[in-house]
């Protein structure tokens, strides 16, 4: 059964030693650089707050590690939250953030859809040039869905069919794996950016494994539009499948002597791509090094096979989830199938008869939840005054609440220092220290 940390209403703060500045842009520039050229301001998209974060590295792992990393289920870790191990979240979720910030997001530029760096430099040009990892492999993801005739009439970044969606980095600091306890290989996965990626993300019907040849009503099941992702390929480009069992494979042949970690970390269609390799590689490896999958604002990925197959594989999944990002809760159904005959469907007020018959008669759309949640919510926050779906969904929410969360009786404290900045409409709302 996969754990919960209840939504609560947030504890009583002492005064903040962090402020919130909030200024319209009708305000002139002048006056606008008078108000904030004295203010250190930070957000989690500044490579010099990531430089920061890796100067100021939490003490030697040593063997809790592996309790890190979900060995015993992160039990007795995640209420209240183990300062190591809200550490070792926000570190995974800078490589996704670098994720964001190497991809080309500019429509008119003859490079959309690709990486804006070399390998050699991405890390450091997103601020994690001093964490001690290196990008060893580039990995790009093929959308399976067939484009109507008519598609060639309208811009051509709308029909890009490949595109880049991450990469995989491996610790080769000695001081850095010493620390560790391990070597560590991080996947990591940006969110939805391409139209055809939205397209993908829209196809929620269930679908089975390839190779799966249990029994009907055992075979596990996964998004149509995710596997898609995962497992297409076109002329120019292999799948993003092929692309992460060969460099797993390459990375297990070169380390497999030394103690190895594989953390596969992404955000919203990250978070599920990052659900899939992992599968993937525990079922193609026989003796994979542990892997882990941290993600942040993920959908649900499959059925309760799916579940069971990951889970039997060995597979450590700790689902951040903001209990105000709808992505969390979707696609299809939450069906919670366990060894009782109880079953729990989380639907519509007024239809829960009606759908509950239609989805106990279908398995195309009944999910079920993977791994353990550390649930948190932007309304324990008091630094969030928007809560608006982009808010609720945006990366730099989930680490700044990751930053801010104490426990299921005190969701947020007041010494965080994960700052947030952000533009929305007219007004521009800032967090210092």
Request: glycine share 8%; aromatic share 8%; charged share 20%.
């Amino acid at each position: 059964m996969k754990g919960l940390i209840g939504m609560v209403k947030p504890c009583s703060l002492a005064k903040p030693s962090t402020h919130i500045f909030e200024f319209t842009n009708c305000s002139s520039s002048t006056n606008l650089q008078t108000r904030t050229r004295h203010l250190n301001v930070k957000s989690s998209w500044n490579s010099d707050s990531s430089q920061a974060r890796v100067a100021s590295r939490v003490a030697k792992l040593g063997q809790k590690w592996r309790e890190y990393q979900g060995i015993k289920n992160w039990e007795g870790l995640l209420d209240p939250l183990d300062d190591g191990l809200r550490h070792e979240i926000l570190r995974y979720g800078d490589f996704v953030e670098a994720a964001y910030r190497c991809f080309e997001f500019d429509t008119s530029s003859s490079d959309y859809g690709s990486c804006k760096y070399s390998k050699n430099s991405m890390l450091n040009r997103c601020g994690l040039g001093g964490s001690g990892y290196k990008v060893t492999k580039n990995l790009h993801a093929t959308c399976g869905v067939q484009l109507p005739g008519w598609i060639d009439r309208v811009p051509s970044w709308t029909s890009v069919n490949s595109s880049w969606i991450g990469y995989v980095a491996v610790c080769n600091d000695d001081e850095e794996i010493a620390r560790l306890g391990r070597r560590d290989v991080v996947i990591a996965f940006r969110g939805t950016a391409t139209c055809l990626e939205w397209v993908e993300n829209l196809r929620a019907m269930l679908t089975s494994l390839p190779n799966d040849v249990a029994p009907e009503k055992k075979k596990a099941m996964v998004q149509k539009g995710f596997l898609s992702m995962y497992t297409s390929a076109n002329p120019t480009c292999p799948s993003l499948q092929d692309m992460v069992r060969d460099e797993i494979s390459r990375i297990m042949a070169t380390y497999g002597d030394e103690p190895l970690s594989i953390t596969i970390t992404g955000h919203s269609l990250g978070a599920a791509l990052a659900t899939l390799t992992a599968y993937d590689i525990t079922s193609t490896f026989e003796k994979s090094p542990m892997v882990t999958v941290v993600s942040f604002g993920g959908p649900r990925v499959g059925n309760n096979n799916f579940r069971s197959q990951l889970e039997s594989n060995g597979t450590r999944v700790l689902r951040i989830v903001n209990t105000t990002d709808v992505i969390t809760k979707v696609p299809g159904f939450l069906v919670d199938d366990n060894h009782t005959t109880t079953k729990r469907i989380i639907c519509l007020s007024g239809f829960q008869g009606w759908l509950q018959k239609r989805v106990d008669n279908t398995e195309w759309f009944r999910y079920a939840d993977v791994g353990k949640e550390l649930r948190l919510s932007s309304d324990a926050s008091p630094y969030l005054t928007k809560t608006d779906f982009a808010t609720c969904h945006d990366l730099k929410t989930y680490l700044h609440l990751v930053d801010g969360f104490v426990s299921s009786t005190c969701p947020f404290r007041t010494t965080a220092k994960r700052l947030l900045a952000g533009t929305k409409h007219t007004k521009q709302q800032i967090l210092i220290r």
